[in-house]
């Protein structure tokens, strides 16, 4: 055997550089091609960029009737007929309920790395090493689990901001309802999100040793539109700022009160910029709300 395969390697050295050896490695590169590299024929099989990460989508995912897929483009528009592999099918519905829902979550882990968070999981823990000691222990476990659990979900939620609001802001401003209207705008992009500190110098109490111990931020949020006109040709840019405002010492009023406001942009007269909402008129009747800081403000007044 060995002998044999001595001589059958020396054949097929001999044909390097033939007509026969072009062919043969013409041929493996084909296969190759079809089989290692999909997407060399066929721009289909490119690999899918999305933040659940690359994916292949060849044969062994879905394929046809017929087999796996041709190695050219099949022009016939009537040849569409695809089984779906029931696991594939199974993990992209799941991954379409809960893949943003889940994307979301984890983009905001830094948002839960507080002081407080880390208490409720030492007091999980204390709990469960005193079950032995009596039943009630391991129903007092469900407290801070369940504290967890809440504050982890509101902590890492998308924020949002009142789309009506702005938009009533801006088409009864007198300058911007000549560009902009109800019928011909449009929104070309818009970004919100959390600040990332504490930094802001309008909310200094968010930088006490009682706020930190339950923040790591100070719960405002940044964000943008832009929106163009279809008729005027006019672009803007709409910044805002959010903060959680409070009447009441004992609840939230609203977690994503506007109170900074302004526009910048263009349109066939040049650049305009206009403020919708003074943050130094704003604040003077609306006040940012932090958990046990309007109580300790009411005890220090009573």
Known sequence: KINQT????NQMLSKVGTREGKELVSFIRRAFRRTGNPSYYNLRFNRAQHYYGPTWHTAY????PGGSEKSKTDRDPTNFKYRADVFTTWFDLWKGKFGDFIHQKAYRLRRVNDAYMW????????YYFLFPLHILFKYAV???IQGY?????YKTNEPFVDEIYILDKLFGHPQLKKLFTPETYHVIDYYQEYEENTENPLFPQYRSKLAKFFNVDNCCTVGYYKIGDLESGATMTVNFRTMPSCDSPYYVEDPFFVYDLWVEGFHKRGYFKYILNNPSEILKSKQVYLFLHQWIKQLQKA
Request: charged content about 10%; cysteine-free; hydrophobic content about 45%.
């Open 61 to 64: 995912i879905r394929a046809p």
């Open 142 to 144: 469900l407290i801070p």
């Open 6 to 9: 001595k001589s059958y390697l």
């Open 119 to 126: 208490s409720l999981v030492g007091m999980t823990s204390i």
């Open 149 to 153: 659990a809440q504050r982890f979900s």
